[in-house]
C-alpha cells in the first residue's frame, strides 16, 4: 500500500514482472525507442495519479529561518551554515534541518561546506510544481547527521528558468519534511522573496560594522518589514564583532546609532576559524568548536530556538 510509483523501462519485459508491476497502485511501462517527452510524460502521469490518492498531510510543525546578507560579504552564508549546522547537532537525528540555498544562480554554500550541488532545477524545467518528498530527496546533498544541503549548480540563468511556484513548492515540501529549515536568502529581491520571508518564522538581516553597510541593513529591514504583514519584524544581526576588551561594546553602540535600532544579536570576528572552515570544506562548529563564532551563534540558537520552543512547535507564522 506504501509502494511509490514504479516505470518499467526495457525491451521484451518479461510477462511475469509486467504483472506484479500491474499490481501497484501507479506503474507504468515503456518499451524503446522512446523520446524524453514521453519518459517526462510517464513520469509525471505517475506522479498526478499518486498525488490524487494521497491521504491529506497534517499541518506542518516545521520551523523556518530566514537569512539574508545586507551587503555582499557580510557573512550571511556563513551564518546560515552555523544555524544549521548546531541545530542538527542538537537535534541528533535524521531529516532534523535542511539548509536551502537560494542564491540559485551562484550560491556559495556547497562550496563552503566542500560539498556538490545536487538540486538541478533548471535541468527539470517548469515541471518542478510537480516535484513532490521522494524527487525533493534525490536533489538533497547530505551533510551531517541530521543536515541536508538543498543547492543549485552555478548557472548565470536559473533565476530565468526556474519558477516562483517551483521555489515555493520546494519549501513547502521540505518544511513538511524537516524540523527546522534554513534559507539562505538573495539578498537582490525576486518574484518570491516577500512570499518565501511572509512563511518564514525568523527574518536575519546580517550586516557588518561599517557605515555603508549598516545604513544597508536599516534600509533592508525597513524595506522587508513595509512589504510583510503588520507587526512582523527581522532581527539585525551585527558580524565581525572586535573582540578586544571594551571594544565590542563600544562598537556595538555605534552600530546601532547608524541602524536607529537595537541590534538582535552580535557575532565575534575570528577571521582564522572562519577561513580554516571554509577551505577544509564544513561548518565552523566542525573544524573549530570552540571558536568565538560557535560560541555566539550557539548562544543566538539558544535564545531563539528556546523562545520557538516555549510557544510551541504549533506557533502560527506570519503568513
Keep these: 500500500g506504501q509502494a511509490p510509483p514504479v516505470l518499467l523501462v526495457g525491451a521484451r519485459l518479461p510477462a511475469g514482472l509486467v504483472r506484479a508491476a500491474m499490481r501497484l497502485p501507479q506503474s507504468d511501462v515503456l518499451e524503446p525507442p522512446y523520446s524524453d517527452d514521453q519518459v517526462r510524460e510517464a513520469v509525471f502521469g505517475l506522479l498526478d495519479?499518486?498525488?490524487?490518492?494521497?491521504?491529506?498531510?497534517a499541518e506542518s510543525t516545521s520551523r523556518c529561518w530566514s537569512v539574508v546578507g545586507a551587503v555582499g560579504g557580510a557573512g550571511a552564508t556563513t551564518l546560515a551554515i552555523e544555524f544549521a549546522a548546531l541545530l542538527a547537532a542538537r537535534a541528533n537525528r535524521d531529516h532534523a534541518v535542511c539548509l536551502i540555498d537560494l542564491h540559485l544562480a551562484d550560491g556559495a554554500a556547497a562550496a563552503y561546506l566542500g560539498a556538490a550541488a545536487a538540486m538541478g532545477l533548471a535541468e527539470f524545467g517548469p515541471a518542478a510544481e510537480r516535484?513532490?518528498?521522494?524527487?525533493?530527496?534525490?536533489f538533497t546533498t547530505p551533510i551531517a547527521k541530521g543536515l541536508d544541503l538543498?543547492?543549485?549548480?552555478?548557472?548565470?540563468?536559473?533565476?530565468e528558468q526556474i519558477s516562483k511556484d517551483a521555489v515555493l513548492r520546494i519549501l513547502e515540501i521540505a518544511c513538511e519534511a524537516y524540523e527546522f529549515v534554513i534559507i539562505d536568502m538573495p539578498r537582490h529581491r525576486r518574484p518570491w522573496t516577500l512570499e518565501v520571508l511572509a512563511g518564514s518564522d525568523e527574518i536575519f538581516v546580517v550586516s557588518e560594522l561599517t557605515v555603508p553597510a549598516l545604513l544597508a541593513a536599516r534600509a533592508l529591514a525597513g524595506e522587508i518589514e513595509a512589504g510583510l504583514p503588520v507587526g512582523v519584524r527581522t532581527r539585525i544581526m551585527l558580524n565581525r564583532l572586535a573582540s578586544r576588551l571594551f571594544g565590542a561594546v563600544t562598537a556595538l553602540a555605534e552600530a546601532e546609532r547608524a541602524l536607529q535600532r537595537k541590534a538582535d544579536g552580535g557575532v565575534s570576528s575570528d577571521w582564522d576559524a572562519a577561513a580554516a572552515s571554509v577551505n577544509l570544506g564544513g561548518p565552523?562548529?566542525?573544524?573549530?568548536?570552540k571558536s568565538k563564532i560557535v560560541r555566539d551563534i550557539d548562544a543566538?540558537?539558544?535564545?531563539?530556538?528556546?523562545?520557538?520552543?516555549?510557544?510551541?512547535a504549533g506557533a502560527p507564522r506570519a503568513a
Excluded: K, N
Excluded at 49 to 57: H, I, L, N, Q
Excluded at 284 to 289: A, D, K
Excluded at 300 to 312: K, M, N, S
Design 49 to 57: 495519479a499518486a498525488g490524487a490518492e494521497a491521504p491529506a498531510t
Design 131 to 138: 516535484m513532490d518528498a521522494a524527487l525533493l530527496a534525490a
Design 150 to 159: 538543498l543547492a543549485c549548480p552555478r548557472d548565470p540563468l536559473a533565476f
Design 284 to 289: 565552523i562548529s566542525q573544524h573549530r568548536p
Design 300 to 312: 543566538l540558537v539558544d535564545r531563539i530556538a528556546g523562545g520557538d520552543e516555549r510557544r510551541g
